[in-house]
């Protein structure tokens, strides 16, 4: 087992994972540092969701290392990752799925609660959250009023709710519109920079690419390349990688 580097917060080295025999990952490194916002590009399939799993925890790879400040987190046991994510980590899937019969203002104060802390300080934080998002209107409405886009602001400020240390967005925008979906993006990112939270992000899509600080890019489970976003290598590898889905 190799310490990773002091600078990166999050860090794996040669992940490999089979779902069913077949290949997800293969020998992919990655590290991520404290507050950069990091783009995990390629095309559907390539191994994206796969991999930001591994680095949160909630799948075991089959050979390699996961670590995450200074802590090995592929050694740990099923109740330790669950407390690390629960404590440290959040997630964002691609479509928001929220309690039916709660409020979005409670929806998004969930986690507090889940965490004993007060209903009177858990809306306060909530209803911030919710303002900052841009969906503060809605905190009384329950899921089946919202429009998509605004369930999944609600959805992004139940993960946000916490300050969470790293911050797992799966597609956050698949299902959103191009004009909804990037305005979302943008939030989640300013509300990610604004509070210094490491972000990494799952996307096919090069403009979503384009607002990270930096892109790595997998192709069949392999890492392609990686370089900071005023450059062009990645961005380019990806509208090459979706040309060909």
């Given amino acids: 087992m190799v310490a990773p580097p002091d600078n990166d917060v999050l860090w794996a080295r040669s992940l490999h994972h089979s779902h069913s025999g077949s290949p997800a990952l293969t020998g992919v490194s990655v590290g991520v540092r404290?507050?950069?916002?990091?783009?995990?590009?390629?095309?559907?399939?390539?191994?994206?969701?796969?991999?930001?799993?591994?680095?949160?925890?909630?799948?075991?790879?089959?050979?390699?290392?996961?670590?995450?400040?200074?802590?090995?987190?592929?050694?740990?046991?099923?109740?330790?990752?669950?407390?690390?994510?629960?404590?440290?980590?959040?997630?964002?899937?691609?479509?928001?799925?929220?309690?039916?019969?709660?409020?979005?203002?409670?929806?998004?104060?969930?986690?507090?609660?889940?965490?004993?802390?007060?209903?009177?300080?858990?809306?306060?934080?909530?209803l911030e959250w919710l303002e900052r998002l841009d969906i503060d209107t809605c905190a009384k409405k329950r899921p089946y009023a919202l429009l998509q886009a605004?369930?999944?602001?609600?959805?992004?400020?139940?993960?946000?709710?916490?300050?969470?240390?790293?911050?797992?967005?799966?597609?956050?925008?698949?299902?959103?519109?191009?004009?909804?979906?990037?305005?979302?993006?943008?939030?989640?990112?300013?509300?990610?920079r604004s509070h210094h939270i490491t972000t990494l992000i799952a996307t096919h899509d090069t403009e979503v690419a384009e607002l990270a600080d930096r892109t790595v890019v997998l192709i069949d489970g392999r890492r392609v390349n990686s370089r900071g976003n005023n450059g062009s290598s990645d961005t380019e590898g990806i509208a090459a990688c979706s040309l060909s889905v």
Wanted: charged share 25%; with cysteine; glycine share 8%.
């Fill in 34 to 126: 404290e507050g950069e916002i990091l783009a995990v590009g390629g095309p559907r399939g390539c191994g994206k969701t796969t991999l930001l799993r591994c680095l949160a925890g909630s799948l075991v790879p089959d050979e390699g290392e996961v670590w995450f400040d200074g802590v090995p987190v592929n050694t740990l046991g099923p109740v330790a990752r669950e407390r690390l994510r629960r404590d440290r980590f959040a997630w964002i899937d691609p479509e928001p799925t929220l309690v039916p019969e709660l409020s979005a203002w409670e929806n998004a104060a969930l986690p507090l609660l889940l965490r004993g802390v007060a209903q009177r300080a858990a809306k306060k934080t909530a």
């Fill in 150 to 192: 605004e369930r999944q602001r609600v959805a992004i400020a139940r993960a946000l709710v916490t300050e969470p240390a790293v911050l797992f967005a799966d597609e956050p925008t698949a299902t959103l519109h191009r004009g909804d979906g990037a305005q979302v993006l943008r939030t989640l990112l300013t509300a990610a």
